[in-house]
């Protein structure tokens, strides 16, 4: 058999700077190159695949400087303000097959993305987070109880006479151990939408309410990120699992750093709704 481009419809117009990446013809040719590439390889003693190989090389060099430059200017992308980060990933799972060909003829290329990819977001996903805790943080209720509002601690009208002393109890101590309810919480409230501080900023709510609100963002970015990974990177199992790592790292360090709020705090009640929201979170 001999392998022609002229005969599969490949030319050297398409892939062109004149045709996008997203054109249907740039994708069906791209296909058709795939093809004759590993013909080409698996034949490559023949004189049929002789007479074509430069020219294919030509094509497959064209066709790699393209997709090379539509996946990183969409990687590019998630660095603008308000990018919506599901979006561009739905738009690149599109185009999946034009990693499949670098991986497949530019190994070296496809690393580069990767590592990009991995680069770009990760630094993304933890200003993201950096910045939605700083926020969220400060809708907490301004009254929190402290060490003098446990049971055992000195009464203030004892310390009087302490001037310069800066530990204030709350207006009501009664309620600082009071469940009351908040347990709706990991309840009625579990899978409300979370929390935007933007839209909230005349509204105060209780450390445990700022604590689902990070827990559930956190999980439906990290369930979207692995699938993505996954599917796009064409990675399986612990592979995956060290991609996804690389990506996110980062923000779960920073996450688990925030907690050391919730372990020190003195309100059991808080702590306790904490513990249980997040298996509840999980199991949902």
């Known amino acids: 058999a001999v392998v022609s481009t002229q005969s599969t419809g490949i030319s050297r117009d398409q892939f062109t700077t004149n045709l996008q990446v997203v054109d249907l013809v ?27 190989g430069d020219v294919l090389e030509k094509l497959k060099t064209k066709a790699i400087i393209k997709i090379r430059q539509y996946i990183l200017e969409k ?5 603008k303000p308000m990018s919506n980060y599901q979006v561009l990933q739905e738009t690149l799972i599109k185009f999946k097959y034009y990693y499949e060909f670098l ?13 990009e990819y991995v680069d ?20 907490e209720f301004e009254e929190v109880p402290t060490k003098a509002d446990v049971m055992g601690a000195e009464d203030e009208s004892r310390r009087s006479l302490q001037l310069f002393s800066t530990n204030k109890s709350i ?3 009664s309620t600082v151990f009071t469940l009351g309810n908040r347990d709706d919480l990991i309840n ?19 450390y445990e309410a700022l604590f689902r609100s990070v827990q559930f963002c956190l999980l439906d970015n990290v369930c979207g990120e692995y699938g993505f990974l996954s599917h796009f990177f064409r990675v399986r199992g612990e592979r995956a699992q060290v991609l996804f790592a ?3 790292e980062r923000s779960l360090v920073l996450i688990m750093k925030s907690l050391d709020l919730t372990w020190t705090t003195v309100s059991t009640v808080c702590v306790l709704c904490c513990v249980h929201t997040s298996p509840c979170i999980t199991t949902n």
């Open 26 to 52: 740039f994708g069906e040719a791209l296909h058709e190159l795939d093809k004759k590439l590993q013909f080409a390889e698996a034949e490559q003693h023949t004189l049929a695949s002789t007479d074509v």
């Open 246 to 248: 690389d990506v996110m």
């Open 171 to 173: 207006r009501s101590r």
């Open 188 to 206: 009625s409230q579990l899978e409300y939408p979370v929390i935007i501080p933007a839209h909230c900023a005349d509204k105060r709510f209780p």
């Open 120 to 139: 770009t977001v990760s630094k993304v996903y933890f200003s993201y987070f950096k910045a939605y805790q700083s926020r969220l943080i400060k809708l």
């Open 75 to 79: 990687i590019m992308e998630w660095k």
């Open 103 to 115: 991986l497949t003829h530019a190994p070296s290329t496809a690393t580069e993305i990767r590592g």
